[in-house]
């Protein structure tokens, strides 16, 4: 089984070096490494600075709104592999990831594949000790953790999402890509979850296959992304009939940021005007 990795980038370039440093350490090389930089030159630098074979592939952005969706779509199109791994920019793979990822693709060749990720703490002035990581494995609470080797099938594919991922490309194909009318933050991986449900793709999360998210700032809730978030959330809700990103929803709505109408089953905006 011949595998590809597809990461999407933009303005993440120290994250990326890190990640292709960590993928330089893994027990299993992948066939390729398909790289594709959202209207962000330096990406090629990076590369290249870093050593690596992978390949950029340029995508023009016309705003500041990122096409996540499209790009990954993009890197699946390059990519000529059997096997599909995806990990978002942010992530630093564990040696043994891809070699996990590959032996839950034999073991479950029609599943849509999710490993483990563990969010990181700002790393000190000489970043992150990529030998040391599998000491701070500690997943998120809200997915399965199963032990390692271990294999757990789930129906709940809302819990799906894009951090880190991988599926053969017959899967790929028949669940048909990322919808490319998201914008910007917000909804695209969970909107992919459930059109792999609808495509009768079942989830499978495989113990070991750890991911690290490393830190960067973020909000909570995610204010800079309330536009987005409120957009996307609507279309979703059109195409699927439930409102995803609720804890955020309700979050905002708490602050008093928006407001739900249930005559309209809308989420807006809460204008406010100045003294």
């Known amino acids: 089984m011949t595998v590809s990795v597809v990461t999407v980038a933009a303005g993440r370039s120290t ?55 499209e790009a990954r779509n993009l890197g ?3 990519a000529s592999s059997d096997l599909l791994v995806f990990l978002d920019v942010d992530c630093i793979p564990a040696p043994d990831l891809i070699e996990r990822y590959a032996e839950a693709a034999g073991r479950h060749p029609a599943a849509l594949l999710n490993g483990p990720v563990t969010y990181l703490s700002e790393p000190g002035a000489d970043g992150y000790d990529l030998d040391r990581l599998g000491d701070a494995i500690d997943p998120h609470p809200a997915r399965p953790f199963p032990s390692s080797g271990e294999i757990v099938l789930d129906d709940r594919h809302e819990l799906f999402w894009s951090l880190s ?11 048909g890509g990322f919808c490319t009318a998201y914008s910007g933050y917000g909804g695209e991986d969970t909107d992919f979850g459930q059109k792999a449900a609808r495509a009768g793709v ?6 070991g296959a750890h991911a690290f998210h490393q830190y960067h700032p973020v909000s909570s809730p995610p204010v800079e992304h309330l536009d987005d978030i409120l957009t996307n959330a609507a279309l979703f809700h059109q195409r699927w009939g439930w409102w995803p990103m609720r804890g955020w929803l309700d979050e905002f709505e708490r602050t008093g940021l928006v407001s739900f109408d249930p ?3 809308r989420w807006t905006k809460v204008r406010t005007t100045g003294p």
């Open 76 to 78: 699946a199109r390059t």
């Open 202 to 207: 079942p989830m499978a999360w495989v113990g």
């Open 165 to 175: 991922f991988a599926s053969r490309s017959l899967v790929w194909d028949r669940i």
């Open 15 to 69: 994250h990326l070096r890190r990640q292709l440093d960590g993928l330089a350490r893994s027990t299993r090389t992948p066939d390729e490494h398909i790289v594709v930089a959202m209207g962000d030159p330096e990406v090629t630098e990076v590369v290249a600075t870093a050593g690596s074979s992978a390949r950029v592939v340029e995508m023009d952005v016309d705003s500041a709104k990122l096409p996540v969706g």
């Open 263 to 265: 005559d309209t089953q």
